[in-house]
């Protein structure tokens, strides 16, 4: 399996910008992710599904790198604001909570998750 690279972690977090934006539909949005990257198409939908929920606030299944967690949120942040990044730090902490039981859950993205700001 490739690595992901900042590069594509940088355009998922474009692409799902313009998602949660309305602009595209998530069709595109992984193509264009593809395209700009060569990130392999279920890696971008797994990936920019995983920042849609985290938007939303809601449970994500697919585990995402620490290094995409930390992009994500603080990106969310900057972009939409604290509101919005603690409802992504919300996603964080119930994707972890459902995956303890799971070999290799990774500590750090929920030390991460619970440093971001209360609500």
Not at 29 to 55: C, E, H, Q, R
Not at 67 to 81: C, M, W
Request: a positive charge; hydrophobic letters at 40%; aromatic letters at 6%.
């Amino acid at each position: 399996m490739a690595a992901i690279t900042h590069t594509m972690i940088q355009a998922v977090c474009e692409q799902g910008k313009c998602l949660s934006l309305h602009e595209i539909d998530m069709k595109t949005a992984i193509a264009k992710v593809v395209d700009l990257t060569g990130m392999n198409p279920t890696s971008a939908a797994n990936y920019l599904s995983s920042f849609m929920n985290m938007m939303k606030g809601i449970i994500y299944k697919r585990t995402v790198s620490y290094t995409a967690t930390v992009f994500f949120l603080d990106n969310i942040g900057k972009d939409f604001g604290v509101g919005k990044q603690r409802d992504a730090a919300t996603a964080v902490k119930k994707h972890i909570a459902s995956c303890v039981t799971i070999k290799g859950c990774q500590k750090k993205i929920d030390a991460l998750a619970q440093s971001c700001p209360a609500g």
